[in-house]
Structures are given as structure tokens and as C-alpha cells.
């Protein structure tokens, strides 16, 4: 079980910080990450944090993001500065695999949180 929140409707240069709670057996033996989808597309890998919390970022956005966890709350966290209109679409997280050298999730996905970005 799988809950993001945190998006919302902002203003180009503005940040926001999504949460994501992840119902899981042992959650912080778990690599986890966060991904972007927009109507149409697949979704796109955003960050990744290891169980020890090594952070790994898309490099387009590595600049602007920040990915945390909190492993007594199940939870992990993203938060994205400067934030641009390119950057709108949903956002979930899930248990990342490597599958032809791209990460992608698993099979169960939250409903995610729209993050949506005006110029």
C-alpha cells in the first residue's frame, strides 16, 4: 500500500516537497524511488535513495531535488526547488528495479500526487 501527498498547483521557481508512505515488511531493508508520468508517456525516473541513504538523481533535475527517507515512518521523501513547467505531472514512488539499465517500479503503484507548474 502506497500513499503520496504533497503535490499541488505552483508558480514556475517555486518548491514543493511530496511525501510518500509505503505499507511494506521491512521498508528500510528497501531501496526506494520516485517517478514522474505525464498523460501519454511512461513514467520517467525522477531519485533513488538506497537503504543506507545514498541519493541518486535524474540528471536533468539533479540540481533541484532533494530525496530523503525516514525509515521509523515508512516514508520517503522528495522535495523539488526552482520548480519548472516542464516538471508537471504526477508523481509516485515505489520499490525500484533496474531493468535494461533504466530504473523502473514495480508492479503496485499508489495513486501518486499531481505536482503542476505554471509559468
Known amino acids: 500500500h502506497i500513499v503520496e501527498t504533497g503535490g499541488g498547483t505552483v508558480q514556475r521557481g517555486e518548491s514543493l516537497d511530496l511525501s510518500c508512505v509505503v505499507s511494506?515488511?521491512?521498508?528500510?531493508?528497501?531501496?526506494m524511488a520516485w517517478f514522474r508520468q505525464v498523460p501519454g508517456k511512461q513514467r520517467k525516473f525522477v531519485a533513488r535513495?538506497?537503504?543506507?541513504?545514498?541519493?541518486n538523481y535524474a540528471p536533468i533535475m539533479t540540481r533541484r531535488l532533494s530525496i530523503s527517507r525516514d525509515d521509523y515512518k515508512n516514508t520517503v521523501y522528495l522535495q523539488i526547488r526552482n520548480l519548472r513547467p516542464e516538471d508537471t505531472g504526477v508523481y509516485s514512488c515505489?520499490?525500484?528495479?533496474?531493468?535494461?539499465?533504466?530504473?523502473?517500479?514495480?508492479?503496485?503503484w499508489g495513486q501518486g500526487t499531481q505536482v503542476t507548474v505554471s509559468a
Open positions: 511494506i515488511y521491512e521498508f528500510r531493508q528497501k531501496e
Open positions: 535513495i538506497t537503504r543506507f541513504g545514498s541519493p
Open positions: 515505489n520499490i525500484p528495479l533496474l531493468v535494461n539499465w533504466e530504473w523502473k517500479g514495480g508492479d503496485s
